[in-house]
């Protein structure tokens, strides 16, 4: 890449690095901390999107200086520039599939100690019938028809 080519597509690498990085941090926070709304994501969607900035501002730097044959023309500007684009993408799923599994990771915690606690979230879960013999919202066995039910002999 000619002298007079680099700056410009460092720039404009760069430029899209922080932007997706931003959208990404700002969609990470409100994604990990779920329907709920409690805060506590933030601190794990900025380490998730630092090294995002860093994998990526990296593979902008190798790609600006390792490229054979892509110099001296606007259309090996516009190439190298695709490549790039394309590797964000890549490095775009990859952080999001990483906060997917992290957000997975929390559900799963807070639902067992949901249950450890004893405290089951109900709001989601059907209305239950009370059935004759058993208290609570959440019935365990069915009662017996042949003692207890209607039609005893």
């Given at each position: 890449m000619p002298?007079?080519?680099l700056p410009g597509f460092l720039i404009i690498g760069l430029v899209f690095v922080v932007a997706d990085g931003q959208i990404?941090?700002?969609g990470a926070k409100r994604y990990l901390n779920g329907p709920d709304g409690r805060a506590g994501g933030g601190s794990v969607?900025?380490?998730?999107v630092t090294v995002f900035h860093l994998a990526a501002i990296g593979l902008l730097a190798?790609?600006?200086?390792?490229?054979?044959?892509?110099s001296?023309?606007?259309?090996?500007?516009v190439g190298r520039l695709g490549v790039f684009l394309l590797l964000m993408a890549v490095a775009h799923v990859l952080t999001?599939?990483?906060?997917?599994?992290?957000?997975?990771?929390?559900v799963v915690e807070t639902r067992?100690?949901?249950?450890?606690?004893?405290?089951?979230?109900?709001?989601?879960?059907?209305?239950?019938?009370?059935?004759?013999?058993?208290?609570?919202?959440t019935p365990r066995v069915s009662p017996d028809l042949g003692s207890q039910g209607p039609y005893q002999a």
């Open positions: 002298d007079n080519e990404l941090y700002r969607a900025w380490m998730v190798l790609l600006a200086v390792v490229a054979p044959d892509w001296g023309s606007t259309a090996a500007f999001l599939s990483v906060l997917a599994r992290r957000r997975e990771d929390r067992y100690r949901e249950r450890e606690t004893g405290r089951a979230d109900v709001a989601g879960q059907p209305t239950v019938t009370p059935v004759p013999g058993q208290e609570g919202r």
